[in-house]
């Protein structure tokens, strides 16, 4: 009886012996596989591994392509515009220093920046001043009506690429040419007045 208890005894001791061994056995190999995963996962030269950082840094052609991008709407890049001609009636440039006189209008043009001294007309038959009774001045009146041939000098012309100009051609107006005998007019005050091409016709 006392030796099937030890042999008993015997057989137990050995089969936990043989379960430890073979669970060190499973843990080792669970713990070995682990660690192949993630020298897998982490390892450079695995085709998985690699395809992915491929897939997240960015890729020479994406950056070709958006080089080429970048030079193209550099290329497209409009180039400045020449300014523009102002022309009259007769096809003639207006350009700084060219004598201009006072177009035929279908409305009397009519200069309201001129001094007070200034208001007035011309007499249509011999071309003097007449001045604005001081008596009469009205808003409608307090201006210097411009006749046609009246004369002028191109001060500069604006370009209306550049500028906001509804009239782009400044002229000047001297006082003390004393045109009346050349049936031309003499403005009483030297001013300036901005026109527009249709206003004027170059005659110099």
């Known amino acids: 009886m006392t030796k099937l208890i030890s042999i008993a005894l015997s057989l137990s001791s050995i089969l936990l012996s043989s379960h430890s061994t073979l669970g060190f056995s499973v843990s080792s190999l669970t713990a070995k596989q682990r660690r192949s995963s993630i020298t897998t996962v982490n390892n450079p030269s695995n085709p998985l591994s690699h395809r992915t950082t491929s897939t997240r840094a960015p890729s020479s052609s994406s950056s070709q392509s958006s080089s080429s991008s970048l030079s193209a709407d550099t ?56 001045p604005q009774d001081e008596g009469g001045i009205t808003r409608d009146t307090s201006c210097l009506v411009l006749p046609e041939g009246l004369r002028g000098v191109v001060m500069r012309v604006y370009d209306v690429n550049e500028w906001d100009r509804t009239h782009p051609i400044l002229i000047k107006f001297v006082a003390g040419l004393d045109r009346e005998g050349e049936g031309g007019f003499d403005v009483p005050k030297t001013f300036m007045m901005h026109f527009d091409a249709d206003e004027i016709v170059v005659v110099d």
């Open 75 to 130: 290329n497209n890049t409009p180039f400045a515009t020449e300014p523009v001609q102002q022309i009259d009636a007769n096809n003639k440039v207006f350009t700084p220093g060219a004598t201009v006189a006072i177009a035929s209008t279908p409305h009397k043009l009519k200069a309201y920046q001129v001094p007070k001294a200034a208001f007035g007309t011309f007499s249509s038959s011999s071309g003097q001043f007449l």
